[in-house]
């Protein structure tokens, strides 16, 4: 199940970042990214492809990677900007500014999101000694597993409250102010993408997210199911360690004007998940 999949990557977050702090290592904001893809693709899941974007400048990035979901005969679009967790408990890079002019980074994540019909989140790497049960802001049977924390989702408009200092960016005072972030394994086990259907919490009735996303919903633009098969053998063709740049395979997909692009995408096939019966159980 793809849910589980996430549930061992944010294991990896959490359990990483703690030993990192432990020996004083300084772990970057991107190479935890790419590490827990290099797991995504150790796992071996024929239901997940992850394709690198070739970048040469950071003012291209306008995500740090793109996840395509899909859900029946189309796919959403979700634009995933990564924050990590400092040891004191602070994002340090949370309020970044890109390029010569400056930009700060949240108009670039907005601004990609809304050319490229994406829905736009903040995804946060963490490790915190001082985190308990309901920060997991999700009440998912008796399960109180911490390490779920390792990686949390937040709306971008969320994040706004962090760029004009309302809100610290810390890790206590996000996780327990009313935006409610949630274990990303959330965004698939309670179809938050497009189906308010968290059951958990039943307060929360459109789902936890759901309540600030829903004003995103009406400009996220699904790719058609059939468009993006044909992009994945033309993947398959090209070979295992193809990776895609401006102009390339994906091109078609993002919209040249702005000229941002992510970093990765990754293609997420719910469907063959579900058929799928024979994948690598990785412990991590």
């Known amino acids: 199940m793809i849910h589980k999949t996430f549930e061992r990557l944010a294991r990896y977050a959490w359990q990483t970042l703690e030993e990192a702090h432990e020996l004083d290592f300084a772990l970057g904001e991107e190479t935890l990214t790419e590490t827990l893809l290099l797991q995504l693709k150790r796992m071996k899941n024929p239901a997940i492809q992850v394709v690198p974007y070739n970048k040469t400048e950071e003012s291209l ?98 994040a706004d409250l962090v760029y004009s200092k309302t809100l610290k960016p810390e890790f206590i005072a996000i996780h327990e102010h009313s935006i409610n972030p949630v274990p990303w394994r959330c965004l698939f086990l ?35 199911r059939e468009q993006v098969d044909v992009l994945l053998q033309r993947l398959r063709d090209a070979g295992p360690d193809a990776i895609d740049e401006p102009g390339g395979l994906l091109s078609e997909f993002f919209a040249s004007e702005v000229g941002l692009y992510p970093k990765y995408v990754v293609i997420i096939q719910q469907d063959a998940d579900q058929r799928s019966s024979q994948i690598e159980d990785w412990t991590f």
């Open 61 to 158: 990035n306008g995500a740090d990677w793109e996840w395509w979901i899909q859900d029946g005969s189309s796919y959403h679009r979700v634009a995933v900007q990564a924050k990590k967790i400092s040891r004191n408990g602070r994002y340090k890079s949370f309020i970044h500014e890109v390029g010569a002019a400056k930009t700060p980074q949240i108009h670039l994540l907005r601004t990609y999101a809304l050319a490229n019909g994406a829905l736009p989140l903040y995804c946060l790497y963490n490790h915190h000694p001082k985190a308990k049960a309901d920060h997991l802001n999700c009440l998912r049977g008796k399960q109180k597993d911490l390490t779920q924390l390792g990686c949390t989702l937040m709306p971008i408009d969320a």
């Open 190 to 224: 309670c179809g938050l993408v497009k189906k308010p259907a968290c059951k958990f919490r039943p307060e929360h009735r459109w789902g936890i997210l759901w309540m600030r996303l829903r004003l995103w919903l009406p400009l996220v633009k699904p790719i058609p």
